[in-house]
């Protein structure tokens, strides 16, 4: 199964790949590797704000590296053209807006990777970082940044 069918099949539909804020591009496809600026979660066309362990819970967190995750893949999609050419998702650095005392950041990375998993199956398996930080972009609640190797065009 395509990642295209994967993801009818678990009634997705790739965002609109987010247009940079500041001075970068969004993915670099360099050496067989494409490396994929930070994406925020977004729903409904909405940023997801807050800080995990203060106003915003686990759940919301998850949902929201999720939501980083789709965006991820839509940006693999504008910069491949063709998800098949996505041999591996090699890692993922998750950022996650936390309180001091919150340290749940690797379940709240789950919401990307088995996303990831979903999508790509083995192929979808993933080094991965997920770090604390007391602040974030916009106050996003989560932000990851991607390397996938990739097949020849």
């Known amino acids: 199964m395509t990642a295209e069918e994967r993801l009818a099949e678990l009634g997705l539909k790739l965002p609109k790949p987010a247009a940079p804020v500041a ?14 600026s930070g994406q925020l ?9 807050g800080r995990l362990g203060e106003d ?15 965006m991820l ?17 090699v890692k993922l650095g998750v950022f996650v807006n936390s309180a001091g005392r919150f340290t749940d950041q690797p379940k709240v ?3 990307a990777s088995a996303l990831m998993a979903d999508i790509f199956g083995d192929a979808g398996k993933h080094a991965r970082s997920a ?3 007391p602040v974030l972009p916009l106050n996003a609640a989560v932000e ?10």
């Open 23 to 36: 001075a970068y591009v969004p993915a670099v496809e360099a050496a067989g590797l494409l490396h994929i």
């Open 41 to 49: 979660p977004f729903r409904d066309g909405n940023l997801m704000t």
């Open 56 to 70: 915003v819970d686990i759940d919301f967190g998850r949902d929201a590296a999720r939501a980083c995750g789709l």
């Open 73 to 89: 893949v839509a940006q693999m999609k504008a910069a491949l053209g063709d998800l098949d050419r996505v041999a591996r998702v």
């Open 109 to 111: 990375a789950d919401g």
């Open 131 to 133: 770090v604390g930080v």
């Open 144 to 153: 990851i940044d991607a390397v996938v190797a990739v097949r020849p065009a």
